[in-house]
């Protein structure tokens, strides 16, 4: 294994919470039967409008959407969402061993944001979000496009996940993944991954190996 690539919301920075809570208050205002955002999870922006839409009583438009999303994202990402305590620790034992890269659903600007706000841009030889790529998750485009940029093979490619659409992309994409079972993401059943932790101390490089032995 050559390189892991990391997801941002619901991995590095602990939003998912805060994204139920906000996003989920806006869309109880359109849709009078919204019950949960965990069927979103792991959805790009464009994505999300095309399920409400096909999915739902949902009148707004895509621009709309996105500019609704862009102000809570704001919200978010600038006042709200804090890294996961053990994730500096995971990135910094790691980067010795391991080319990282980042691909996430969200905007790049908001990516860029949490990297430079929390410092972690140095973690990351690229961050790629899924908004650059044709297809966001659960198509495998933004973990390719990942995976291209590092110059590795996406079967050298290791991924960690805590969506059920990012799973399925990783997977997709030919690349192990690893689930990441965190707090704001108990409505993911994660079965697609190739194996499952509970907190990120696990997810380190003697896990990685071990995994890999009973995976090849």
């Not at 996940?161 to 059943?189: L, P, T, V, W």
């Not at 499952?196 to 101390?201: A, D, E, G, Q, R």
């Amino acid at each position: 294994m050559k390189a892991v690539i990391f997801d941002m919301d619901g991995v590095i920075i602990d939003s998912e919470i805060h994204w139920n809570e906000l996003f989920g208050a806006f869309l109880k205002k359109h849709i009078s039967e919204w019950k949960n955002n965990s069927v979103l999870t792991g959805m790009g922006g464009r994505e999300v409008h095309r399920y409400l839409e096909n999915n739902h009583s949902y009148a707004l438009s895509l621009n709309d959407t996105l500019k609704a999303i862009d102000i809570i994202a704001d919200e978010i990402y600038s006042v709200r969402a804090q890294l996961f305590p053990d994730i500096r620790d995971v990135l910094t034992k790691l980067k010795g061993q391991y080319i990282l890269g980042l691909a996430s659903a969200s905007n790049l600007k908001h990516i860029e944001n949490v990297l430079e706000k929390h410092d972690l841009k140095h973690f990351f030889t690229v961050y790629i979000s899924g908004q650059k790529v044709n297809k966001s998750k659960p198509s495998p485009d933004v973990f390719l496009e990942t995976a291209r940029r590092l110059f590795v093979d996406p079967k050298n490619c290791l991924v960690i996940e805590d969506s059920d659409y990012g799973i399925m992309a990783a997977k997709a994409a030919g690349m192990k993944c690893i689930g990441f079972k965190n707090h704001g993401n108990s409505r993911q059943s994660l079965l697609q991954a190739d194996a499952v932790i509970n907190k990120l101390t696990d997810f380190k490089h003697e896990f990685i190996d071990t995994f890999l032995d009973r995976n090849n």
